[in-house]
């Protein structure tokens, strides 16, 4: 983690990397939403720390969507 960090943005961050505490106490608690946590975590944890974070939360993957046009099925007349 960042050694200069705020004290609030540690506390929020312990917090949420106790899986015992749910985000939506944390987000009660500083108010900020969901997904203002997980950006939060997203940019003081390294990725690989993120990466287990969020799998331990059950906290959905977001994969890039491929850059490929999705084909086309044609459809032959006989």
Do not use: C
């Amino acid at each position: 983690m960042n050694e200069n960090i705020d004290p609030r943005t540690e506390e929020i961050v312990d917090l949420a990397m106790q899986d015992t505490v749910p985000l939506k106490a944390i987000s009660d608690q500083f108010g900020l939403t969901g997904d203002e946590i997980v950006a939060l975590m997203r940019k003081q944890l390294s990725p690989n720390s993120y990466r287990r974070w969020k799998e331990r939360r059950g906290l959905p993957a977001f994969r890039k969507q491929s850059r490929e046009k999705p084909k086309k099925h044609r459809v032959h007349a006989t």
